[in-house]
């Protein structure tokens, strides 16, 4: 059972790790601000923006994390398997 947390928790530091990384490639590219004004700008309600913002977020930053989370779990299922152990072998 502790293996089983274990793996699902470096999961989602794997994930996090992976989503921070694409997140700040993806400011430092789009934005030219500082991290507080575009909090400001994105939790600050406005009325009449529309949804382009959110379609090129999601546009930019999930396919790379979608990808490296499926290569990570495929990894990690064959590390766990140990068919890998017994090719390197």
């Known amino acids: 059972m502790k293996?089983?947390?274990g793996t699902v928790l470096l999961v989602i530091c794997f994930l996090l790790a992976?989503?921070?990384f694409v997140?700040?490639?993806w400011y430092t590219d789009k934005f030219d601000t500082s991290f507080a004004g575009l909090l400001f700008t994105l939790l600050t309600p406005m009325r009449g923006v529309g949804g382009g913002f959110w379609n090129d977020f999601l546009?930019?930053?999930l396919p790379p994390v979608l990808i490296s989370l499926a290569v990570y779990l495929v990894l990690l299922y064959l590390l766990?398997?140990?068919r890998?152990?017994?090719l390197l072998a």
Request: proline letters at 0%; hydrophobic letters at 45%; a positive charge.
């Open 3 to 5: 293996r089983k947390i």
């Open 18 to 20: 992976v989503l921070i």
């Open 23 to 25: 997140l700040t490639q």
């Open 59 to 61: 546009g930019v930053v």
């Open 80 to 82: 766990r398997s140990r």
């Open 84 to 86: 890998i152990g017994d």
